[in-house]
Structures are given as structure tokens and as C-alpha cells.
């Protein structure tokens, strides 16, 4: 079996497939992720990290996925990026930081996480980073829709312009006629 012989990703994967099993966490894919994460394969830190933030099969520690996060990050994960970007938005695991939400968020984002435009985009529009900016908010909603993120698409869908124009759209885009 690919598990057995080494190969990383068949490890990772055996070991989510174990976990879907069990109610409570698999002891044996814990063992297999970090096998995985000695390896060098960041999806198993990251996927460590949220076991370990979650206590599902080993010990609940924030800490410990912290580091975990930290460390898929910068061996270059956009799922780390994403996570990390999240929790210093929300503050989970520390005080919130826009500035270090926006340098996760942006990362996850070049990077082909569709969401992480989603997130830039609340930030933006928020004020988090400083004024609230709605053309930046609406070029970030307009990207993550166009790779199909639903809640870019209901965002842009919601927004309006100083022209009343929907989804962000001047009156001259919506065919020469005055939106009602």
C-alpha cells in the first residue's frame, strides 16, 4: 500500500479517510499526518492544525496549530495563508489584526483560494484597514466571483454604486438605460 511505503500524500489521504470513520479522531491518522508533516507536506500541518484547534484525536491546542498554520504558510500553503488570515480577522486564536488578515488573505487569493477575495473584500468594505474603500471591496468581490465564490457573487450582487447602478456597474453598463 502507497501509505505504507512513504508516499506523503497517500498518507494524507488514508488518514482523512480513517478520521471520516471515526467519531471522536483517529489515533492512527494522527500518526499518519504526522508522518506526512515530517515529510515536508503541508496540507498535513495544516490539516494537523484544525485537528489540533478542533481536539479532534489529539489534544485540544491552539498553540500547537498555531504553529502548525505558521509553518504550512511559510512553505508557501494558500489554505494556511487562508486560515491564519482568518483567525487574525476574528481574533481566534489572538488579538484580531486587519493588517496580518489582509497579508494571509491577499496570499490565499493570488494563490487561487476564490473566498480569499470574498474576505478582502469585507475588509475593505468594512473600514478594517482604514476607510472604507468600495471600489477596492467591489474589484475584490468581481474577482472572487468570477472564480465562481458564491458569496463574492451575492456581495457584488448586493452592492450599488453612487449611480444606483447594481453590481457595481456605472449607468453606462447596463445597457444605456437608467437602473429603477
Known amino acids: ?15 482523512l479517510m480513517l478520521d471520516r470513520n471515526s467519531q471522536q479522531g483517529s489515533p492512527e491518522a494522527v500518526r499518519l499526518l504526522n508522518q506526512a508533516d515530517e515529510d515536508g507536506l503541508s496540507i498535513a500541518s495544516v490539516q494537523l492544525g484544525i485537528w489540533y484547534f478542533q481536539g479532534r484525536g489529539v489534544p485540544n491546542d491552539g498553540n500547537k496549530a498555531l504553529a502548525l498554520f505558521q509553518k504550512a504558510a511559510a512553505a508557501g500553503s494558500k489554505e494556511a495563508h487562508y486560515i ?72 457584488l450582487a448586493n452592492k450599488k ?3 444606483g447602478a447594481p453590481n457595481g456597474t456605472s449607468v453606462f453598463d447596463s445597457g444605456g438605460r437608467i437602473p429603477q
Do not use: C
Open 1 to 15: 500500500m502507497a501509505a505504507d511505503s512513504g508516499v506523503p500524500d497517500a498518507k494524507v489521504m488514508l488518514a
Open 84 to 155: 491564519l488570515g482568518d483567525m487574525a480577522q476574528t481574533g481566534k486564536l489572538g488579538p484580531k489584526s486587519p493588517a496580518d488578515a489582509f497579508t494571509h488573505f491577499t496570499y490565499a487569493a493570488q494563490h487561487g483560494m476564490p473566498n480569499a477575495w470574498f474576505r478582502l473584500g469585507v475588509l475593505y468594505e468594512s473600514g478594517e484597514l482604514g476607510q472604507p474603500d468600495k471600489a477596492q471591496a467591489i474589484a475584490a468581490y468581481r474577482k472572487g466571483a468570477a472564480m465562481g465564490d458564491q458569496e463574492s457573487a451575492t456581495a
Open 161 to 163: 454604486n453612487a449611480n
